[in-house]
């Protein structure tokens, strides 16, 4: 049965329409369009866009509003998994949904919605309901899931191909040819693959590589994951290759594969839909993926999509669509004068960082936009005095606004990666106790400290403690270490394998000799993970332990500074505290201190409560987080403060994401100052401001 055909006309951002065109012959792909839903509740159902100049660092186009909108396409009100594929004359795109709306349909549904376009903004578009179509052999269909398109070369049409299930069965995928027009299916469903004993599959995807076509699919119901099967035709003779692909042990679905641009690698990502979440995983052969989560970053949130590589002309024509995202402006600083070649915009500014000795009175930042767009001013600009204001432009279109600053930093302050420091005074000397970072699993065995006299130029002091020599109770996972001096003796506290024990030295550098022969905390002594501690000591010598990830643990110590009376541990749990306490006393106020979020978070971030007692309650600061990362700088947390001696002057170590290309396992110390207002708040970091 042949659909009405109907247009859609997507709302143009600004009003400005751009003018449409034959796709230009020989270009290349130079970006890469990402179509998807976002979730089943209203409003959530409907085609959204991302952009990416990479395929890793995508940017949601339209303002994160929908693309196109269900109630002018859809019967059931709702459309789903987006799938988009460039005709074979490289200027026709086709686009294919699950009709579907979740709130009142639950997960029965029996149609699919076709779409054809020359400018991947209007649409055409027709709906596809199977049984009123094929009413004698799938007039009791239930289920028709995630359809996708592609060409075949053998008879010169577009296949469909999608998963149905009748009720009591098992879904199966099927496959139809679409009629001349891309209104309708010419050709009645068959089976192309089904499970060999007989379990579901739904979401297929096809790609062709090396002489074989690759179908991708979900064993819904049965493992909750990603398997593919292979065959030299792409209509028949598929064989199950059994095993997982997916690189997790979630339950993941929607599975989409492309090439990337220029490359020889495979990205085959799907959707980790019950964490809410998306995982991209790499391949040369499609046979073997790893996963490459660290480098994608989008600022949006999909379901089920596709991702499709496109031209200069057409990325250009969708940004002057839907406008230019802000954090897309720009994508690379090519200079070699910069610390990093990434640019983030936030609220129409972006910082970068300088090398050492940069000359940032004339310097040319080299910054590139996406393609199809136009940066001015060009050339060495002096940066010296502020921000420079920079305009990106579409051709003979819209334009925004970004001002751009350079400045030169003193961090990090350590070489390489360091994570968690603790940052001490102890005479004129300022020592830095971090834990050794780049491990996969922070799998470090050993603690080093580093010493300095001016908080700018560190000098290693070496390894002052090595679980796998010193230490008889466990020989891994050494992190988050802290120090505390009584009496001419210093206490080094550490986590070691999710314990935490206590080291014993006469010096600030050590050696560091175990007290106990066993952990001062034990794992599954205390609610959570037994890490991060830290200790207080007062003027008169009393001193406070605290520690815990989850929950917050403190209690005061003995005199011996390695035991306490557990039944006087104190738990608290502030709102938003996940980690890293550390606690400090100025002006008669106590200040406890915590990392929020998960380390290997951008949001990863730092609070604050106060008292008038080490052991609380402490009351939650309104302003918070007062240290959190920005534009480029990302991860920001796990902290410690120090005062310099006979001064009101305070300064906050903590890590951050390494510039560039870090993540939660390679991260790098820095070191900024801590300002505080009248009343004692604490003020908000500069997290590009370093040690004068």
């Not at 660092?57 to 929908?66: F, I």
Request: net charge negative.
């Amino acid at each position: 049965m042949k659909q009405k055909l109907n247009k859609i006309s997507i709302l143009l951002l600004l009003g400005i329409i751009f003018c449409t065109g034959a796709w230009a012959q020989g270009e290349k792909p130079e970006a890469y369009l990402f179509s998807y839903f976002i979730g089943n509740g209203p409003g959530e159902e409907a085609v959204f866009y991302a952009i990416s100049k990479d395929g890793f660092t995508y940017y949601g186009l339209n303002d994160h509003k929908a693309v196109i909108h269900p109630d002018s396409i859809s019967q059931q009100g709702g459309v789903r998994d987006p799938h988009i594929l460039r005709g074979n004359d490289g200027k026709t795109f086709y686009m294919v949904l699950t009709d579907l709306y979740v709130p009142n349909d639950g997960w029965q549904n029996t149609g699919m919605v076709m779409l054809k376009s020359t400018d991947l903004v209007n649409w055409a578009h027709s709906k596809v309901q199977i049984p009123e179509v094929f009413p004698n052999k799938f007039g009791e269909v239930r289920r028709v899931w995630a359809p996708q398109t592609i060409y075949d070369p053998k008879v010169d049409q577009y296949m469909l191909y999608w998963s149905m299930q009748f009720a009591g069965e098992p879904d199966i995928i099927y496959y139809a040819y679409a009629n001349d027009d891309f209104t309708g299916l010419a050709t009645e469903p068959k089976q192309l693959f089904y499970h060999p004993e007989m379990k579901s599959t739904i979401d297929g995807d096809i790609v062709y590589h090396d002489g074989k076509y690759h179908l991708f699919f979900k064993t819904e119901g049965h493992g909750d994951g990603i398997k593919k099967a292979v065959s030299d035709q792409l209509t028949e003779g598929y064989v199950m290759q059994d095993r997982y692909l997916h690189q997790t042990k979630e339950a993941v679905e929607g599975s989409g594969i492309f090439k990337l641009n220029d490359s020889d690698k495979y990205i085959l990502m799907y959707d980790v839909y019950k964490k809410g979440s998306y995982q991209f995983t790499e391949s040369n052969d499609l046979e073997n993926f790893t996963i490459v989560d660290d480098q994608i970053k989008m600022d949006f949130h999909p379901r089920h999509g596709s991702v499709l590589p496109i031209t200069q002309y057409e990325t250009a024509r969708l940004l002057k669509t839907f406008g230019i995202p802000e954090g897309a402006a720009f994508l690379a600083a090519a200079s070699g004068e910069l610390k990093t070649h990434k640019v983030k915009i936030e609220k129409g500014e972006a910082k970068l960082l300088a090398k050492d000795g940069a000359d940032i009175s004339s310097l040319d930042p080299k910054l590139k936009v996406l393609p199809g767009l136009s940066i001015s001013p060009q050339g060495p600009q002096d940066f010296s005095g502020g921000a420079v204001d920079y305009t990106i432009q579409v051709p003979e279109g819209i334009s925004r606004q970004v001002k751009v600053g350079v400045q030169r930093e003193n961090n990090p302050v350590l070489p390489d990666v360091y994570a968690d420091p603790h940052i001490a005074v102890f005479g004129d000397t300022y020592y830095i106790y971090p834990t050794t970072d780049g491990y996969e699993g922070w799998a470090s065995h050993s603690f080093t400290t580093w010493s300095s006299k001016d908080l700018k130029n560190w000098k290693s002091e070496g390894v002052i403690l090595d679980l796998k020599k010193d230490i008889s109770w466990t020989d891994e996972r050494a992190w988050a270490p802290a120090i505390a001096e009584k009496n001419g003796k210093y206490y080094y506290y550490f986590s070691a394998d999710v314990n935490i024990g206590v080291a014993v030295a006469d010096s600030p550098t050590g050696p560091f000799i175990d007290p106990l022969g066993r952990p001062l905390v034990s794992r599954g002594e205390f609610p959570n993970q037994m890490i991060d501690p830290m200790v207080l000591v007062e003027d008169d010598g009393s001193a406070y332990l605290y520690w815990g990830q989850g929950k917050c643990h403190m209690v005061k110590l003995n005199d011996d500074m390695i035991s306490f009376d557990k039944s006087k541990v104190i738990v608290f749990k502030p709102e938003g505290y996940n980690e890293g306490a550390f606690v400090f006393k100025r002006n008669g106020t106590y200040y406890l201190m915590w990392s929020e979020y998960d380390t290997r978070d951008p949001r990863y971030s730092v609070a604050y409560g106060t008292s008038d007692s080490p052991l609380g309650p402490f009351t939650k600061a309104a302003d918070n987080p007062v240290l959190k990362g920005k534009g480029i700088i990302e991860g920001a947390g796990h902290h410690s403060v120090v005062q310099v001696p006979g001064k009101d002057e305070w300064y906050i170590a903590y890590h951050r994401f390494r510039v560039p290309d870090g993540n939660g396992y390679n991260r790098e110390t820095a070191i900024s100052p801590m300002r505080f207002d009248e009343e004692g708040r604490i003020l908000p970091v500069d997290v590009f401001e370093s040690v004068d």
